[in-house]
Structures are given as C-alpha cells and as structure tokens.
C-alpha cells in the first residue's frame, strides 16, 4: 500500500480516497414494525419539543439528499453495511454507480445467523450487491470478529477471489485478531476500519498495520466532536496556531498518519470543512503532542453487536 498525495494505492492496483463518507444506519429496525414506530414516534416528539429535526430523524429523511452533497463537495468514498438497514439502497440510488466513486460495505454474524437473511457470506453479498445496483462492490469487510468469525472471514477472501469485491478486509480488529488469521494460514486483510481518534489512539495496531502493509480506516474518527477533546490545552493551542476547528486538526492528524477517516454530517459546510485540511501540515512535534492526548477512550463499545434488534433491519 502507498500514500501518493490524496489517495492511496493497495498492492493489487485498487485507488481509495483519503477520506469517506459514511450514513450510519438509516430507517432502523425496519422489520420490526412495533419498534421501528416507537422509535420514529419518539424521534419526532423530540423534534417537535426542541423545535428542530434531530440528528437520527435528519439521516432517515434526507440520506438522499446528504449523500448528494457529499459527492457534490468532493467525497468520493461511501461507507455502509448490511446492518444499516436502507443504507445500501440510498447510497445505490444516489453515487454508487458514478465511475470515479468507491463503495465499501460490510458483512456481519448478525447478517449470516438470522432468520430473514442467507446463511452465507456470498449470499448476504449478492443482495449487498443488488442494494447497490452493482455488479462487484470496490471494498468488502468482516463487520465484527464475533461468532464464526474466521469461517466468515474466510468466505470474504474467497468473494474476492471470485471478483466479488476488489479489496477485501475486516472492522474492529484487535492485533490478537489479526494474529489468529496469520495463525490459521488465511490472508491479512488488505483494510481494517476501527475506531480510532487521539483520544484512543491504537498506537500498537497501527504499528502492526504499517508492519504488514494494513490499509487503516478510522471509524469515529473525531471522537464524535467531543468537547474532550476539542477542550484540551493541546487542541486549543493547535486550532489557534493554525487557524483550524478541532475537527480538521484530527483529520489532518488522521492522513498524516496515513489512516483514512470515516466521517458522518449532515451539515454541507461541515462537509467542505472536512475536505479542507490541506493548506497546513502538522509538525513533528503537533503530531507526538496530539499522540499524547490518548486515554483507551472507547465511545462505540458494543462488544461486537451495534444494537441487537438491528436484527430486524432489512
């Protein structure tokens, strides 16, 4: 893998961004009828009382419209997965099919083991597929390493091979992880998404991925905003010496430390201030500093399921 301006370039020939989109869940529990309208119904209460769409009910009516915006400031990567429910067609519907974009989606346990779904890999992938309206989907991942999970694994590699995907990989690896597939004689991943951000910073998987020539992605990325993090001495020095929010310091942090992040907003100028991270460089020092604001902070700890009534997701 090589890090060449604002892309990077996987030893099989595959281009990606230096930077994703991602929509999160869209329309949760759909299949669930009696939960799907009590959430909505409360999301919606909630909207009214304050006056103001929130953050969840603002994805499920105009992922549409976000994913347009997107693509329209300069993101040419999207992040999904089968658990995000309407995710896939939202992203089919709007950007997959433009040629100069990437796709990457996931396959979980979850996907495999419940009733309403294929109980293989390659078939979860053919309705990601036609989710998509696409014929191969550019990056393909093992969503947790829960259950059957190098089985799975396996079925992923094996997609690849049959031109299913063009980079294949796995989420929320821990080098022990990445260990036991070494140990079972299977390929490394080409990619692994992970949260990663300064205040959990995986110093020790990253090294392992730059050892083994490991594509990083950062999930949460930001450390969603955080005053946390946007508050501490380190930050605030740098946003002023370098007249950046906190948000583009962590990303520039991100690609200077060759990790592609994973964002999510819904704000179009929030979208371009995410892109705008190239007129400064951090030192050698800003970068050891911001390293130093690591405390195993975990924000999405979920233990290898996100929600388990996503069960219900179409």
């Given at each position: 893998m090589k890090q060449l301006g604002k892309t990077y370039v996987l030893d099989n020939g595959l281009t990606l961004p230096w930077i994703a989109f991602g929509t999160g869940v869209v329309w949760k529990y759909i299949r669930n009828k009696k939960l799907f309208l009590k959430v909505n119904l409360?999301?919606?209460?909630?909207?009214?009382?304050?006056?103001?769409?929130?953050?969840?009910?603002?994805?499920?009516l105009f992922c549409k419209k976000y994913l347009r915006q997107a693509y329209d400031v300069g993101f040419r990567m999207f992040d999904s997965g089968r658990i995000y429910s309407c995710s896939e067609k939202y992203i089919g519907s709007t950007v997959a099919k433009r040629k100069d974009t990437v796709v990457e989606?996931?396959?979980?346990?979850?996907?495999?083991?419940?009733?309403?779904?294929?109980?293989?890999?390659g078939e979860n992938l053919e309705i990601s597929l036609a989710n998509l309206g696409v014929d191969s989907v550019d990056v393909y991942l093992l969503h947790w390493p829960e259950g059957d999970w190098l089985n799975y694994y396996a079925q992923i590699i094996g997609q690849y091979k049959a031109g299913k995907c063009k980079a294949y990989g796995a989420c929320n690896m821990q080098v022990s992880h990445l260990k036991q597939i070494e140990e079972a004689g299977l390929e490394l991943p080409m990619i692994v998404q992970t949260e990663l951000h300064p205040l959990n910073s995986k110093r020790e998987l990253r090294d392992y991925c730059n050892e083994h020539n490991i594509l990083l992605e950062a999930h949460?990325?930001?450390?969603?905003?955080?005053?946390?993090?946007?508050?501490?001495?380190?930050?605030?020095?740098?946003?002023?010496?370098?007249?950046?929010?906190?948000?583009?310091?962590?990303?520039?942090?991100?690609?200077?430390?060759?990790?592609?992040?994973?964002v999510s907003t819904f704000s179009k100028d929030?979208?371009?201030?995410?892109?705008?991270?190239?007129?400064?460089?951090?030192?050698?020092?800003?970068?050891?500093?911001?390293?130093?604001?690591?405390?195993?902070?975990?924000?999405?700890?979920?233990?290898?399921i996100d929600d388990p009534n996503y069960i219900y997701n179409d």
């Open positions: 409360r999301e919606t209460l909630s909207s009214v009382k304050h006056l103001k769409l929130n953050r969840e009910l603002k994805g499920n989606t996931k396959c979980s346990a979850m996907d495999i083991t419940r009733s309403c779904s294929p109980n293989t890999v949460t990325p930001t450390a969603r905003g955080s005053k946390e993090l946007a508050d501490t001495d380190i930050m605030k020095k740098l946003t002023s010496k370098y007249n950046k929010t906190p948000v583009q310091i962590t990303l520039r942090w991100h690609y200077q430390n060759g990790v592609i992040p994973v929030h979208m371009s201030e995410n892109l705008n991270i190239f007129d400064f460089e951090l030192t050698n020092e800003d970068m050891a500093e911001i390293e130093s604001l690591n405390k195993y902070h975990v924000l999405l700890d979920s233990n290898g």
